[in-house]
């Protein structure tokens, strides 16, 4: 079976524009990653390393959410964080675990995604003139793959889940939307920041597939967006705005049977869709999965030996699609353990 994609444009983004002072960003990235709930470490292995060939890296476990990780990482900064539950949530857990587990429930897929912004006061008071509620709490102990205990580098800007409630699943300032600040921001977006990931996915990950220089098999090289399936587009899009998330395109995607609104997110994006036709292939997803993130799309150095890889790990067949000057592929949810994946050239 062939997938066919119209595409829409990602945001070409910069820094500059996350630094809109008019954005709760700040100086921050933008759209840092996105948190899939995968059943197990099996999984991750055999679907996301496999079969769409990518390199995920463990990372360790949460005590306090019950969740092990891994993650697939696009620098500079950004990344695909792959969870799964390894034993009961504590009374601390943090809102994100619930989510993960109720996304398995359906098979899992997209639960939730991140934005990092800076300094992390500064969105919290901009986020209080939006009228929220918001705490900043401290980070939660992990524990790295060797079991060593440490609290984790980054803070948190979270939303009174109060506040959450008014908005629906995947808008920002409702469930499933984070925001946090690295501790560690200027090491992580350093030059040799890609060069030092690469060495740990070639000694961590090995792949006789993986093309000399790349971290993935499929050449993955950046997170360009998520997508998220919303009850009324118009209404997600003004949310995002009292953000400072802009509007800009809407185009149609014949894969989803749907048109999508995109608004910039500062080194990403957000595309917004809601289901005007109930036959459509996105209304069967929503139907299983329910409203919130569905799909991510992600920017590759070889559009060809992405579909090559994915091809041969997955037995699909998906037709790369050109529109103007950009090129793409889809791979479908329900081959990509509830995650529907479009793979860009870049």
Request: neutral net charge.
């Amino acid at each position: 079976m062939k997938y066919r994609i119209i595409l829409f444009l990602i945001v070409a983004g910069s820094l500059a524009a996350a630094q809109n002072p008019s954005s709760v960003i700040g100086n921050g990235w933008g759209l840092d990653h996105v948190i899939v709930a995968v059943q197990d470490s099996n999984a991750v292995e055999h679907i996301f390393a496999h079969e769409l060939g990518f390199s995920p890296i463990a990372l360790g476990q949460n005590p306090s959410n019950g969740i092990a990780n891994a993650a697939v990482f696009l620098p500079p900064a950004a990344y695909i964080e792959l969870q799964w539950p390894y034993r009961a949530l504590t009374a601390d857990a943090r809102p994100v675990s619930f989510l993960v587990r109720k996304k398995l429930e359906t098979g899992g897929g997209p639960a939730a995604y991140n934005v990092d912004i800076s300094p992390a006061k500064q969105a919290a008071d901009a986020m209080r003139q939006l009228g929220l509620r918001v705490s900043l709490p401290p980070s939660p102990i992990r524990r790295d793959v060797d079991g060593k205990e440490a609290r984790g580098a980054w803070q948190s800007v979270d939303i009174d889940p109060r506040d959450q409630a008014a908005q629906p699943y995947g808008v920002p300032g409702g469930p499933g939307v984070g925001f946090l600040e690295y501790q560690n921001q200027q090491d992580r977006l350093k030059p040799n920041r890609f060069q030092r990931v690469l060495d740990r996915a070639v000694k961590e990950v090995p792949d006789s597939r993986r093309p000399a220089g790349e971290i993935h098999a499929n050449t993955a090289r950046k997170l360009l967006s998520v997508w998220v399936a919303v009850p009324n587009v118009a209404e997600a899009v003004n949310q995002a705005a009292r953000f400072g998330f802009p509007a800009s395109e809407r185009n149609h995607v014949e894969a989803l049977g749907e048109v999508g609104q995109e608004v910039h997110c500062g080194e990403g994006s957000i595309v917004f869709f809601e289901i005007a036709h109930q036959t459509s292939a996105l209304a069967a997803l929503v139907k299983k999965q329910g409203l919130g993130p569905f799909g991510i799309s992600v920017g590759v150095a070889d559009l060809k030996t992405a579909q090559h890889v994915i091809q041969e790990g997955t037995k699909g067949i998906f037709e790369i699609q050109r529109t103007g000057n950009r090129t793409s592929f889809i791979v479908p949810a329900e081959l990509a353990a509830g995650t529907a994946f479009e793979f860009v050239q870049q």
